[in-house]
């Protein structure tokens, strides 16, 4: 029976697996056993790991693989990608190889702009509160200089503060709109760091404004954060190539795929059921780069899926069409990344990331990660309209199967090749195994 417990975090690892183990599990021993395997042999890298987050009592592995053939901008990348869905990287590598022969990937960078707010509640004349913003805004990016040197010393740091009235959502609801550049540095840290100096000094110098009487001196911050929506940190990914080079096979001539291409692609645009899951394997692509180069992919999923809803119904993030017998298929997505901090400094399997990605900037690896979700999309939109999800994700999913029923090399290896003319089914790969045990 579940039971709570007082200092948890002050265990030891060892005692913290005990009463996990001893609270919540029959066979004890197994689950001790399946718990340390997944510890590090070496002490210091797994010490490494345990200090990432709190309460940890083992490790969780993910494949990283890679996608390799990958031609942006002219340059050739191998892509990591740290993931456990099947088939992703099989289909990033495939768009790759396609787009490989067509002149690649194009990406560029909109925009680096980055968002933070201080939210708090004023319950006064709104002109005197503008009034002393005017004033008091210089103090505010001043009384932030301890934190904004050395980033304006690599050319960063706070570009403008505006005042926002909110009053018409929410009764006395007013913001700082901040917004920042943090080059090669995510800046999640930095950027809070300032809206809570600006907060201080907002609160204290409204205590010294001669305008506001006693009430309206008393300013309530209710909170100062980052935003993860950044709508101004953008990139473009995109490909072309003529209509008839389109063609694989003879099966679907390059002017119909097109069509049919464009017209899916369509559909994801108006239909939000649709564009849900159009926009989920997208970031099938894009979660796995992310994550492999020790970024925050929840800020970046968060972050796109409100772009993809930015004009009031949620809709495709990927766009295409055919003119002048030019096939072209392209996205603009916000994505803020960096390459200094947090992981990527620390854990050693995102610095060999990085490090086989050429050490990209921030901006270089928003194009990479762009392009990883171009990719998959593509990969994903012409199996649907040609042979159908199913035949390619399935086939992938079969190994999967396999180590479900604890299927032996010999048995892999038969059903393997069994599959390669066969439609692959669950239940179809059940009655093959049970077929070849009898």
Not at 70 to 96: G, H, Q, W
Not at 244 to 273: C, H, M, R, T, W
Request: proline share 2%; with cysteine; net charge neutral.
């Amino acid at each position: 029976m579940s039971k709570s417990i007082s200092g948890f975090s002050k265990l030891t690892k060892s005692k913290k697996i005990d009463w996990i183990v001893d609270t919540y599990f029959s066979n004890t021993e197994e689950a001790k056993r399946v718990l340390i395997q997944y510890w590090n042999t070496d002490e210091k890298l797994q010490q490494l790991h345990d200090e990432f987050i709190e309460n940890t009592i083992t490790n969780y592995y993910l494949p990283l693989g890679v996608a390799p053939n990958f031609l942006i901008n002219d340059r050739l990348y191998t892509i990591p990608m740290a993931i456990e869905e099947s088939s992703v990287v099989a289909a990033a590598s495939k768009a790759a190889k396609f787009w490989l022969d067509r002149g690649g990937f194009k990406t560029r960078v909109v925009s680096t702009t980055k968002i933070g707010q201080v939210h708090f509640i004023y319950k006064g004349d709104f002109n005197k509160l503008s009034q002393f913003f005017s004033v008091i805004k210089s103090k505010l990016i001043e009384d932030s200089k301890s934190i904004t040197s050395n980033m304006e010393k690599r050319g960063g740091g706070i570009l403008d503060i505006e005042l926002r009235d909110k009053t018409k959502d929410i009764d006395h609801y007013y913001q700082l709109h901040a917004s920042f550049e943090t080059l090669d540095a995510m800046g999640a840290n930095f950027i809070n760091s300032c809206l809570e100096q600006f907060a201080t000094t907002f609160k204290r110098e409204a205590l010294e404004f001669y305008a506001f009487t006693e009430a309206e001196k008393q300013i309530d911050i209710v909170m100062s954060i980052l935003s993860n929506y950044v709508p101004d940190c953008l990139v473009r990914a995109e490909v072309n190539c003529k209509v008839e080079d389109l063609s694989e096979s003879d099966s679907i001539s390059g002017e119909a795929f097109a069509k049919k291409f464009v017209q899916a692609i369509n559909i994801a645009e108006v239909e939000p059921y649709r564009a849900v899951t159009h926009n989920k394997g997208i970031m099938n692509g894009i979660d796995a780069v992310v994550l492999a180069t020790g970024n925050d992919f929840r800020a970046v999923e968060a972050g796109v899926h409100a772009y993809a809803s930015r004009k009031g119904t949620y809709s495709s993030l990927t766009h295409a069409k055919i003119e002048n017998g030019i096939f072209s298929f392209w996205m603009d997505i916000p994505l803020a990344l960096g390459t200094v901090g947090g992981l990527t400094g620390l854990h050693p399997l995102v610095k060999l990331a990085l490090e086989l990605l050429h050490k990209p900037s921030a901006k270089e690896l928003m194009q990479i990660v762009a392009v990883a979700g171009l990719a998959q999309n593509f990969a994903a939109i012409r199996s649907l309209i040609t042979t159908g999800i199913q035949q390619g994700h399935m086939k992938m999913h079969l190994m999967n199967i396999l180590n479900q029923f604890d299927a032996n090399n010999e048995e892999k290896e038969r059903i393997t090749a069994y599959f390669k003319t066969n439609t692959v089914t669950h239940s179809a790969v059940v009655e093959a195994i049970n077929k070849l045990r009898e």
